[in-house]
């Protein structure tokens, strides 16, 4: 019996491997796209950011003169600093309404299919036409959110026009928007946790806060992980939502380093400048992916 | 005794579901506003839009707006423009990707993998530096193959990751079988495999159709004046064209109607892929 087995492991090996080998050929079309368009530009930004390169004019070899620019320029230590604190507030709201969201509609209830459908709608709708529908919202004299604050007796805010109130202003659409991919990722993995620790609790008398504090939470915390470091990253590079509703300003109160970056390579079109905004960003995406990997590992472990 | 005890308990479970329903009601509630408010817009007359105390409920509704929009834009040439980019980025994707998927789940080739995963992680607007240079010393610039070339960044990736995922979930037996009997692997793949992956692959058409349709960034860069896609177009052209309040609100509800109604439909779809794999676009 164990002899038969052998043998068959033995057949088998060999040929696994060499099955192995060919499925390359179904990765190659696809790895030469992904080397064409993700891989080359790559390499590209590294070789333009060693050049002064402007649109228009030759470029010349520099060194890492763009780098030494780079770090003595205020602007882009505001811009670095302002990204931290948006990602900060725009991963903080959105996880926390996420994980609440995703306990509600763990439980089933009436229309609940109906109900996610709507709740999700924020994040597939196009960031673009809800941007401007937002921008809208804010303005301070005709916009409906000051009618609303004002009606409730409270003083109207100046949203998206002022400097002190643009980020957090931002930090709302970015909340409305992706909290529905926090909720998402958190109730995939509440819907794949085991029933026996509950009804085990239900048996000893366990509240329902109690079940989710110390049977849900810590179950479902790789999954609560796995949400934060998609949305840290997100946040980092959010684009769309900021350059429609502020582009920046007022000024560039709301400049983060994504707008920053545009701004340089197409406003100004200081490609090798840019090149090396962009390198340092990218280095910056994979640090905090890096710490937030390993985080999700250490909290696999335990 | 137990009667009394039976009522509270009910009293109690009720208060309990409405305040589980007022919570569900709280979460749903900012989605709902926000696109009545769009409808709102588009649905009334420039004075009512501006009007303060702001007018809720149009009325009479006018077709003012969106017959404006078509009227004094080139908005079917950027609707067009859009479709042909979203459905050629995500065909290719699929061609490309499909198979890819299938190798990397086979193989266990988790570091090309991680390649696809890094491409989620990085800015779009970083492969538009070198690409636009690129692009200028091809003489693309000013058609919409630059635009579908720089879609495949946001959609190949999606298609592969989702289909990596449900490869790997798929049972390996029936095409060991195949094998076995002297099958060659493509056959293997595209009379076995494809054909049980048939919902994976629809998972992975919607999410890159929708991220690419939604996708501002590499239109706002690489897109002329004929070249443009629609959310392009709805910022670019009446933002800085016409101020007024009514028609870009149709202009923005047209650009974003197809998604939201796709969204709708496919809504089990859409949320297992999303579910899966976190994937984004952009």
């Known amino acids: 019996m164990s002899t038969t087995l052998a043998a068959e492991v033995a057949i088998s090996v060999p040929k696994r491997a060499n099955y192995a080998r060919s499925y390359w050929a179904f990765v190659v079309p696809a790895g030469a796209v992904v080397a064409g368009v993700i891989v080359l530009p790559w390499v590209f930004t590294l070789v333009m950011s060693v050049f002064e390169w402007k649109v228009g004019s030759n470029p010349t070899f520099v060194g890492l003169e763009n780098y030494t620019r780079l770090f003595a320029d205020e602007r882009f230590q505001w811009a670095t600093l302002r990204t931290l604190f948006f990602t900060a507030l725009a991963v903080f709201f959105p996880m926390l309404l996420g994980v609440a969201a995703a306990v509600a509609f763990q439980r089933p209830f009436f229309l609940r299919g109906l109900a996610r459908t709507v709740f999700i709608l924020p994040m597939m709708a196009t960031p673009v036409a809800v941007a401007l529908i937002w921008t809208m919202m804010f303005h301070p004299q005709l916009g409906v959110l000051n009618y609303i604050l004002t009606s409730l007796g409270l003083p109207p805010s100046a949203w998206s026009y002022d400097a002190v109130s643009v980020i957090p202003t931002l930090v709302l659409v970015e909340t409305w928007q992706w909290t529905p991919l926090v909720m998402l990722i958190v109730l995939g993995g509440l819907a794949s946790l085991p029933q026996d620790p509950y009804e085990a609790a239900k048996l000893d008398g366990a509240s329902s806060w109690q079940m989710f504090w110390h049977i849900s939470l810590p179950l479902v915390w790789p999954h609560i992980i796995v949400a934060l470091v998609i949305r840290t990253i997100d946040a980092l590079k959010a684009f769309d939502t900021i350059y429609v509703i502020s582009e920046g300003g007022p000024g560039t109160a709301s400049e983060t380093l994504n707008i920053l970056l545009y701004s340089t390579a197409f406003k100004y079109y200081d490609m090798g400048y840019g090149s090396a905004i962009t390198v340092v960003f990218f280095i910056l995406i994979m640090l905090v992916s890096l710490v937030l990997f390993s985080a999700r590992q250490k909290a696999g472990q335990s | ?282």
Do not use: C
Request: hydrophobic share 55%; proline share 6%; charged share 10%.
């Open chain 2, 1 to 282: 005794m137990s009667e009394v005890k039976g009522r509270r308990f009910s009293a109690r479970r009720l208060a309990g579901n409405l305040g589980f329903g007022l919570a569900i009601f709280a979460l749903i509630s900012p989605a709902i506003l926000v696109f009545l408010w769009m409808l709102s817009l588009a649905l009334k007359t420039e004075v009512d839009n501006t009007a303060f105390p702001p007018v809720f409920i149009p009325d009479p509704p006018t077709m003012a707006n969106f017959v404006q929009v078509f009227e004094k834009n080139d908005f079917l040439q950027y609707g067009w423009n859009s479709i042909v980019v979203s459905f050629s980025a995500t065909g290719l994707a699929l061609l490309l990707g499909v198979p890819a998927g299938f190798g990397i789940a086979k193989s266990k080739a988790s570091r090309a993998a991680a390649l696809i995963m890094i491409a989620r992680v990085t800015p779009g607007l970083s492969y538009l530096v070198p690409l636009f240079i690129i692009f200028q010393w091809l003489g693309l610039t000013g058609t919409l193959t630059p635009i579908i070339i720089t879609h495949l960044v946001i959609t190949v990736p999606i298609v592969v990751w989702v289909m990596i995922g449900f490869f790997e979930g798929l049972p390996a037996e029936l095409e060991e079988a195949a094998l076995v009997d002297g099958a060659t692997i493509w056959q293997a793949f595209r009379h076995i495999a494809l054909p049980l992956a048939r919902p994976g692959i629809t998972v992975a058409t919607i999410l890159a159709f929708i991220f690419s349709w939604n996708n501002f960034i590499f239109g706002v860069v690489l897109a002329g004046r004929e070249t443009r896609t629609l959310p392009v177009a709805v910022y670019n052209v009446l933002t800085f064209e016409q101020v007024s309040w009514g028609p870009l609100a149709a202009a923005a509800l047209l650009v974003t109607a197809p998604v939201l109604l796709l969204t709708l439909i496919a809504q089990k779809e859409i949320v297992a892929g999303l579910t899966a794999g976190g994937v984004k676009g952009g």
